[in-house]
């Protein structure tokens, strides 16, 4: 079992930063790939970005792809999502997932993710 906790979402400014960042309880946590998915307002969840268990391969969506960088500190059991040059559109809730991706091409899949933390709100303002 993965408890996951978000934190360090609020309203910025566009052009500006903010990271996000995704603590885990719970053993293995290594063992385990993260995603961040984010959801706006009548819209469906979608990935912005993904990290294997050793950090070595990284997923970004097209839309966040050079202004987002996903890392994570396995001693630490903390993920994070730094985000630059920030827009409007990157408004949303932005949630933390963990589970065991089988494949490259499911990392931006919101089924291959086991655990879900309840998510952060993202503002940007114009």
């Known amino acids: 079992q993965v408890q996951l906790v978000e934190s360090g979402g609020g309203l910025g400014q566009a052009g500006g930063s903010l990271r996000l960042s995704c603590a885990a309880s719970?053993?293995?946590?290594?063992?385990?790939?993260v995603g961040w998915f984010r959801q706006a307002p009548g819209k469906e969840r979608e990935a912005a970005a993904a990290?294997?268990?050793?950090?070595?391969?990284?997923y970004y969506a097209d839309a966040v792809k050079g202004r987002f960088t996903i890392s994570r500190d396995n001693a630490k059991n903390t993920v994070y999502l730094q985000m630059n040059s920030l827009k409007p559109e990157d408004t949303a809730v932005y949630f933390c997932?963990?589970?065991?991706?089988?494949?490259?091409?499911?990392?931006?899949?919101?089924?291959?993710?086991?655990?879900w933390g309840q998510g952060t709100q993202v503002t940007v303002s114009s």
């Open positions: 719970g053993r293995s946590f290594s063992s385990y790939d």
């Open positions: 990290i294997s268990r050793s950090g070595t391969y990284t």
């Open positions: 997932a963990a589970g065991v991706v089988m494949s490259l091409s499911q990392y931006d899949t919101v089924g291959a993710y086991k655990y």
